[in-house]
């Protein structure tokens, strides 16, 4: 049988066309190549950063260097903005800065994205402990995880050491913080908190060695170096010692307000009229109604006979003036030299109140630490600071001896006319309630 014809080839493209394919194809190509790398840019190079920064918030967490990890977290939330577990750290994050209002927004939006109950829950006692002081169940519950070693005993403990010290409880505050400090010796936080108490104490030398354990830890930490300028030239009157843990603190913060002030300070005591003011224009540069920045000015402008720019700057001064004994009575003397006798007055009547304020509730504190639980004490405490004016520190003084004995009427009275004279009818009434309950 004769086989079949065979087709005949089909003639190529001509070559105009076979030319004008290959753009095509190209385009093709390309556009799967750019799609491709762009979906890789999505789901991998974005979740590696995401990742990245998450890991990097929780080691600074872990380091207790809260801007830092706040700045990953937001950076974490950039790349995933649904992630319950950064919403979470961020609120951690916030009470640990006592930013309580933060802490809770950012911890209501983790319970909306299914957060883990157990933390949530630990999370909302936690703010509590730090807000208004540990006390009640809350209290026993929170010291009960410590003592079982909870997983999160470090936050725990960083949170009562904090919420006894806002509540003015620094016995019970040093006690936790002496765990926190046996359990994790490497930490360098409690040592910074212990050293606080330790001055309010006036306990300089105890406050001075917890100070210089925080920079064994964090070598050139500027609040230990800060503390530590300012305790040698308030509290242990050494100038010189001062200056070099503030020129250490402007190295690592060249435009730090108490670096810049404390070494001014310094270098007037010592003489150097003219290395003050080079450190007090960079301060005031910086901030030209820094009160003290301005009062200093005006000492050295009045030793130089420049009396008119010495008043001018005194005056500034008094407009902000921190209120203590110290500065009142150097503003007093500022006064007289001009023949401000008036002004003069005022102040130096103000820096003697406020020295009697500050022997009073010394030997109260000292009574204190023997007897931690003394309402009446606390409350002395407190009404002393009210009568003073020092309104919100005297409020917590009379909290915290409630907080020892809620039944106690001579602090809920107390409180019922701070009330009463700020306007506040409905705390007040409540107070006064309390006051003459019968017991």
């Known amino acids: 049988?004769?086989?079949?014809?065979?087709?005949?080839?089909?003639?190529?493209?001509?070559?105009?066309?076979?030319?004008?394919?290959?753009?095509?194809?190209?385009?093709?190509?390309?556009?799967?190549?750019?799609?491709?790398?762009?979906?890789?840019?999505?789901?991998?190079?974005?979740?590696?950063?995401?990742?990245?920064?998450?890991?990097?918030?929780?080691?600074?967490?872990?380091?207790?260097?809260?801007?830092?990890?706040?700045?990953?977290?937001?950076?974490?939330?950039?790349?995933?903005?649904?992630?319950?577990?950064?919403?979470?750290?961020?609120?951690?994050?916030?009470?640990?800065?006592?930013?309580?209002?933060?802490?809770?927004?950012?911890?209501?939006?983790?319970?909306?994205?299914?957060?883990?109950?157990?933390?949530?829950?630990?999370?909302?006692?936690?703010?509590?402990?730090?807000?208004?002081?540990?006390?009640?169940?809350?209290?026993?519950?929170?010291?009960?995880?410590?003592?079982?070693?909870?997983?999160?005993?470090?936050?725990?403990?960083?949170?009562?050491?904090?919420?006894?010290?806002?509540?003015?409880?620094?016995?019970?505050?040093?006690?936790?913080?002496?765990?926190?400090?046996?359990?994790?010796?490497?930490?360098w936080l409690p040592h910074l908190l212990r050293g606080e108490i330790m001055a309010g104490f006036n306990s300089a030398a105890e406050a001075r060695g917890e100070y210089l354990r925080v920079l064994e830890l964090r070598p050139s930490y500027p609040a230990a170096l800060r503390r530590l300028g300012q305790l040698e030239l308030n509290a242990n009157r050494n100038p010189e010692a001062a200056a070099g843990y503030f020129a250490a603190l402007l190295e690592v913060r060249p435009d730090d307000p108490d670096g810049l002030f404390g070494q001014a300070e310094c270098r007037r005591i010592g003489g150097d009229a003219a290395g003050a003011r080079g450190s007090l224009d960079r301060l005031l540069a910086r901030d030209p109604d820094h009160s003290l920045g301005r009062l200093v000015y005006a000492e050295l402008d009045a030793d130089a006979g420049r009396s008119e720019e010495a008043l001018a700057s005194a005056l500034r001064a008094a407009v902000s003036l921190p209120d203590e004994p110290e500065y009142h009575y150097r503003l007093g003397i500022l006064f007289n030299r001009f023949g401000k006798s008036e002004e003069a007055a005022l102040h130096s009547a103000r820096s003697a109140q406020l020295t009697e304020l500050y022997r009073k509730t010394s030997e109260w504190t000292a009574q204190l630490l023997q007897d931690p639980t003394n309402a009446d004490l606390r409350c002395l405490i407190g009404e002393e600071l009210l009568r003073l004016d020092r309104y919100e520190t005297g409020v917590a003084w009379l909290s915290s001896a409630l907080l020892e004995k809620p039944d106690h009427r001579p602090s809920h009275r107390a409180l019922a006319a701070y009330y009463l004279k700020i306007g506040d009818a409905g705390r007040a009434d409540s107070h006064r309630r309390l006051a003459e309950a019968k017991q």
Do not use: C
């Not at 950063?49 to 977290?73: I, K, N, V, W």
């Open 1 to 187: 049988m004769a086989a079949k014809p065979r087709k005949p080839l089909a003639p190529p493209p001509p070559l105009q066309a076979q030319r004008s394919a290959l753009p095509v194809k190209a385009g093709i190509a390309f556009l799967v190549v750019v799609a491709l790398g762009w979906a890789g840019y999505t789901f991998l190079y974005l979740d590696w950063r995401a990742d990245r920064a998450l890991e990097s918030a929780r080691q600074a967490s872990r380091e207790f260097e809260y801007d830092t990890a706040r700045d990953h977290l937001q950076t974490l939330l950039h790349f995933r903005p649904k992630s319950a577990e950064g919403y979470f750290l961020l609120a951690r994050i916030g009470r640990q800065s006592d930013d309580l209002a933060a802490a809770r927004k950012h911890l209501a939006e983790a319970k909306k994205l299914g957060w883990p109950r157990d933390d949530l829950e630990l999370e909302e006692h936690l703010i509590e402990a730090q807000e208004s002081g540990p006390r009640g169940e809350n209290e026993k519950a929170l010291q009960a995880l410590v003592l079982a070693r909870h997983p999160a005993e470090r936050v725990v403990l960083e949170a009562l050491a904090k919420g006894y010290v806002n509540a003015h409880l620094p016995v019970a505050a040093e006690k936790w913080l002496t765990i926190w400090i046996g359990r994790f010796p490497e930490d």
